[in-house]
């Protein structure tokens, strides 16, 4: 029986990781969809296929709403297609910027308005749903619809979530996966 050889597949270092993270972050500052462009093709290029996909899935959001706001960013920073990653996605940019304003995400049946104060979730709102957490955990769940980021005022926006983004955000991924586990009695 003839042996197959293994694939070698080029694993990047530490150092090149790195660098490409802090890009990542330096970008989520103040986004641009030519920046998440050339950083796809860098992931690209040490074979980090997903990395470069999810890259590439922000700088088409990005110019989709770039081309439906005119490059007016002080209305809208960020907008596209609603799923549950993406929405995972855009928060975790959010959170590691100093942006305020209204993630509002809409469904076919609902709309989940999230409220940021320099890359801090504050609160979330929705039509059918009970204020802060349960409407934040509520639009991750969001399958299809459309989602934009606008950057407005929150100084009147009560202040119902505490904590760090990323924790919070985390957290409600995994009760959601602990109910789909329930569910399906795995």
Known sequence: ???KKKKFVHQPDSEQLLELRRREEEIA??????CYLKLA??????????ESDRLLQLAESLE???RAHGHDHSKGLMSGAANPVMIAEVIQILSRTTLTGDLS???KTETFHLYFDK????NASSEHYPPALKSFCMALRVTSGT????ERPVDKIERLIEGNTEVLLLNAMYDKDQE???KSGT
Not at 147 to 150: H, L
């Open 180 to 182: 789909l586990s329930q």
């Open 1 to 3: 029986m003839p042996m």
């Open 105 to 107: 995400i809409d469904a």
């Open 41 to 50: 093709d860098d992931y690209q290029n040490l074979g980090l296929n997903k």
């Open 147 to 150: 989602y934009r980021f606008a």
């Open 29 to 34: 500052a103040k986004p641009s969809a030519e």
């Open 64 to 66: 989709g709403g770039d």
């Open 119 to 122: 890359g801090q979730i504050i």
